[in-house]
C-alpha cells in the first residue's frame, strides 16, 4: 500500500507561481511511476505531468497546455514529487492530484492504483 498526501495549493494571481508537493508514505525514486492530474470544475479529469523511470532513464510528460510552464520532478526528501507551475493562468484553476503506479526496471507496468486527496489552486484574473 501506498498513500499520498498533497500540499501546497492556494490562490495565486494571474502569472503568479506555486509549487505543489506530494509527499508518499514510503521510497518511490525506483519503483513508480508518478502523476499530477487536475479537474476542474464541470470538466473531466485531466493528465497534466508524469515523471517516469529514474536516473539516467528518468523521463517526463506534460499536457500541452501546461508544457514550458510546468516542471515535475522527483523529490526524496518527500519520497514523493513536486510540481513546480510558473506563469499560472485561470484555465489552470483546478484541484491537482497526485498519482502513483508501479514500475519495474524504470517501466509503467499497471495503472494509476493510488491517488492523493487532492490540493485546491485557484489562479484569479
Known amino acids: 500500500q501506498l498513500q499520498l498526501v498533497e500540499s501546497g495549493g492556494g490562490s495565486v494571481q494571474d502569472g503568479g507561481n506555486l509549487t505543489l508537493s506530494c509527499e508518499a508514505s514510503?521510497?518511490?525514486?525506483?519503483?513508480?511511476?508518478m502523476a499530477w492530474f487536475r479537474q476542474a470544475p464541470g470538466k473531466e479529469r485531466e493528465s497534466v505531468a508524469h515523471?517516469?523511470?529514474?536516473?539516467?532513464?528518468?523521463?517526463?510528460i506534460y499536457s500541452d497546455s501546461v508544457k514550458g510552464r510546468f516542471t515535475i520532478s522527483r523529490d526524496n526528501a518527500i519520497n514523493g514529487v513536486q510540481l513546480q507551475m510558473n506563469n499560472l493562468k485561470p484555465e489552470d484553476t483546478a484541484v491537482y492530484y497526485c498519482?502513483?503506479?508501479?514500475?519495474?526496471?524504470?517501466?509503467?507496468?499497471?495503472?494509476?492504483?493510488?491517488w492523493g486527496q487532492g490540493t485546491q489552486v485557484t489562479v484569479s484574473s
Open positions: 515523471i517516469e523511470g529514474y536516473d539516467l532513464t528518468i523521463r517526463t
Open positions: 498519482a502513483a503506479r508501479p514500475m519495474s526496471g524504470g517501466t509503467c507496468y499497471d495503472v494509476y492504483k493510488y
Open positions: 514510503k521510497y518511490t525514486y525506483s519503483s513508480y511511476c
